[in-house]
């Protein structure tokens, strides 16, 4: 998922994922945070979201074959938030986010970590 708008979509996309790092800004400030402040009346961080910034760019779809099968869901060593939730294979991400699985919902794995705000 990325926190780029719509404005800068188009342009986002056409780039290579080494050039993530000029739309940093939108991970460290994510509007989708604001907006669910305002919806439910919650106080998420809004800005300065360095752990927002350190998974979500660059966003790529990582392969390694110089590892074996990753966990899936309902099998040991699984979780869905991939190395946050300790989840590695020949200590690379064996999820989202930084490397995925095709069916992690990172919808919903990245609104957590919006609303899970930085860390302490």
């Not at 990753?70 to 991400?93: D, M």
């Amino acid at each position: 998922m990325s926190l780029v708008p719509i404005a800068d979509k188009d342009t986002y996309n056409a780039l290579v994922p080494t050039d993530d790092a000029a739309f940093s800004t939108y991970a460290a400030n994510p509007k989708i945070a604001a907006l669910i402040n305002f919806v439910y009346e919650t106080a998420f961080q809004e800005t300065e979201r360095a752990d927002l910034e350190a998974v979500l760019i660059p966003d790529v779809l990582r392969v390694s074959t110089k590892i074996g099968p990753v966990p899936l869901e309902g099998e040991e060593g699984y979780s869905r938030f991939g190395f946050v939730g300790g989840n590695t294979t020949g200590g690379i991400s064996s999820g989202w986010p930084n490397g995925h699985r095709f069916g992690d919902d990172v919808i919903d794995i990245a609104l957590t970590a919006v609303a899970s705000g930085a860390p302490s």
